[in-house]
């Protein structure tokens, strides 16, 4: 959840999660606006697991999700920009 | 396309305190020098910066002290090559980049580099340790510091070293409700037992103590309790974590029967110290050497902070974890050293030797600490049979036991049959892990296992970054070891 106290934050966008609303700011990375939307997981591995944030800074490729059409993408390193589109990654529209 | 490689004195690959020491010291002395750097804002984890759009003035401590080291770096003409990653090294001191947010290929050269790669987090594979809320202690710092978001409503973190302490009273401060914090090593029981070495090591560490004693009092203050020789041992939830199972450890930091406890949280943030990130200095060809109480294998480095390969320098974490202090002190060191070779300017000498004394001191603490938090071996045996090791391409601890017993005794021989370390982290995450049950498995040295072995490209980049490379000399410099 974001922290309202002492924050300023940028200018409310809206960026869409598998066609879904979601609000976040400019400056706002993906990854954490995905958490601020109550959101743990946006990935599902080929084998079941979900899978969201991990390292947080861009190592470990845990957070990737397809964005504006282009896949893999570490969402933790992605600033958010208005309109995004967000697809959540699952083992059936990339392993079958 | 860029056919020309990008020509600069002294190029510099990363921008935390030890990468943006360098480049300032290099800069001062009069030469070129361009920064990479794979993230937006310059200042590594260390000095990491609010969100630019709404606070682009911090006034905290540290972020105030990066951004006044970045701003000496641009009036000294430093170039940043920002959301840049170096994925190639190749010989004639030449990186081979490519910046993200522009989709550019990269090729660089230049007449001495200093690597400052920083470190990767260590963390601890246990049954469930990949659900989601099961995160970094850095990813939390991040998303507290840049993006001032709580990772959660109810964190517990686990693991080793002040950055725990730190972060828990960060969270605290931030609003977080802090439900334990757990410390697997017993640290007082050190500093009584070498009461004089406890001592000279603090010696002239005024800021580290007052910052580890206000985050210690912000704990108490709040009822956050700290628990020392305690750890984590599971953690449980179904789409996400919902509890930990936590045990008191023993001095091997195995749990001990019978303590087992319970503890709801939606966030369990890990950090079990850091190991230097090796890549570059592989692929240039530089000798590594194991040395446990720096976080694994590091260069060797000459007082200059030089390696085997003439012009290549390697500086802070990623050469050896030592902390901030000591990353400023080796930058400026590596800085004024390269600057003296690429510009022929003796004169640079004095400075350099003045450095010395500042260098022993911090060296001095980073021996010191090492003692206090190193993980046991128990850390290395919580995983269950099914408990995945390699997070990207899913391989269990069972696989890579039955790997190793079938003959794959090398960690080439491991990630060859399993997969393991082939996945997008390019065994980042995992390298530790594996490496832990090599050795336990084959009962071979952690220093003969060794680690894996970096490959061009170090880090996944788009196809279109091949682009840049020209065909003459574009051999890498490791394979021609």
Same mark, same amino acid.
Request: aromatic share 6%.
């Given at each position: 959840?974001?922290? =309202? ?76 920009? =208005? ?5 959540? =990654?699952?083992?059936? =529209?990339?392993?079958? | 396309? #860029? ?58 401590? !540290? ?5 006044? *080291? ?8 430093? !170039? ?8 190639? /090294? ?6 081979? &980049? ?40 850095? &990813? ?16 517990? *973190? ?90 008191? *450890? ?14 709801? &949280? ?13 890549? *570059? ?69 004095? !400075? ?38 390699? !997070? ?43 490496? /832990?049950?090599? /050795? ?40 021609? #070891?």
């Amino acid at each position: 959840m974001r922290i =309202e106290a002492n924050t300023r934050r940028g200018q409310p966008v809206t960026i869409y999660v598998d066609g879904t609303p979601v609000q976040a700011y400019t400056g706002e990375t993906v990854a954490p606006a995905l958490l601020a939307s109550g959101r743990r997981a946006w990935r599902v591995t080929p084998w079941g697991e979900p899978r969201g944030l991990f390292c947080g800074i861009g190592i470990c490729f845990d957070c990737t999700a397809t964005v504006n059409g282009v896949p893999y993408v570490r969402t933790c390193q992605t600033p958010v920009a =208005e309109g995004m589109v967000i697809e959540t =990654e699952r083992p059936l =529209e990339r392993d079958q | 396309m #860029n056919p020309e490689p990008v020509h600069t004195d002294i190029a510099v690959v990363g921008a935390g305190p030890a990468g943006l020491s360098a480049a300032v010291a290099a800069a001062v002395a009069g030469a070129s020098v361009t920064v990479i750097d794979a993230y937006s804002q310059p200042g590594g984890q260390y000095f990491r910066q609010p969100n630019p759009a709404v606070d682009p003035d911090p006034q905290e401590p !540290r972020p105030r002290a990066g951004r006044e *080291l970045r701003h000496k770096a641009e009036a000294a003409g430093v !170039r940043f090559l920002n959301r840049t990653v170096v994925w190639g /090294a190749f010989e004639d001191l030449r990186l081979a &980049a490519y910046r993200e947010d522009t989709a550019q290929a990269i090729e660089l050269q230049a007449d001495a580099i200093i690597l400052a790669p920083g470190t990767y987090e260590r963390v601890a594979a246990f049954p469930g340790w990949t659900l989601p809320g099961v995160i970094t202690t850095g &990813a939390a710092q991040t998303l507290l510091k840049e993006q001032r978001l709580l990772p959660g409503q109810r964190i517990i *973190l686990a693991g080793t070293g002040p950055l725990q302490l730190v972060t828990a009273a960060a969270l605290v401060k931030a609003g977080a409700q802090v439900v334990a914090v757990l410390e697997g090593a017993s640290p007082g029981e050190a500093i009584l037992r070498q009461p004089g070495q406890t001592l000279a090591a603090v010696w002239g560490q005024s800021t580290r103590l007052k910052e580890g004693w206000q985050s210690w009092r912000t704990l108490k203050k709040a009822g956050v309790p700290y628990h020392r020789g305690w750890g984590i041992i599971a953690a449980e939830g179904k789409d996400s974590l919902q509890a930990v199972r936590i045990a008191r *450890l023993d001095r091997q930091w195995r749990p001990i029967p019978g303590t087992e406890r319970r503890l709801e &949280a939606d966030t369990l943030c890990l950090n079990y110290g850091f190991t230097p990130a090796t890549e *570059l200095a592989q692929l240039f060809g530089v000798q590594l050497h194991w040395r446990p109480a720096q976080g694994g294998f590091v260069p060797r480095r000459d007082e200059q902070m030089q390696t085997n390969v003439p012009g290549l320098f390697i500086v802070g974490d990623g050469a050896g974890v030592g902390g901030a202090e000591l990353a400023m002190v080796e930058g400026q060191i590596a800085g004024l050293a390269a600057a003296r070779q690429v510009l022929g300017d003796s004169t640079l000498t004095r !400075r350099i030797e003045a450095l010395q004394p500042a260098l022993r001191r911090e060296q001095r603490f980073q021996q010191f600490y090492a003692r206090l938090f190193t993980p046991g071996p128990g850390l290395d045996e919580l995983a269950a049979g099914d408990t995945p090791i390699c !997070r990207c391409e899913g391989v269990s601890k069972a696989t890579i036991v039955q790997t190793i017993h079938a003959g794959a005794d090398t960690m080439h021989a491991v990630k060859a049959v399993t997969r393991c370390g082939m996945g997008n982290c390019q065994g980042r995450v995992c390298g530790p892990l594996v490496a /832990a049950i090599l /050795a336990q498995e084959t009962g071979q040295s952690p220093e003969r296992v060794g680690q894996f072995r970096a490959r061009t490209p170090i880090f996944p980049v788009p196809l279109t970054a091949f682009t840049v490379l020209t065909t003459e000399g574009a051999e890498s410099a490791e394979s021609r #070891n």
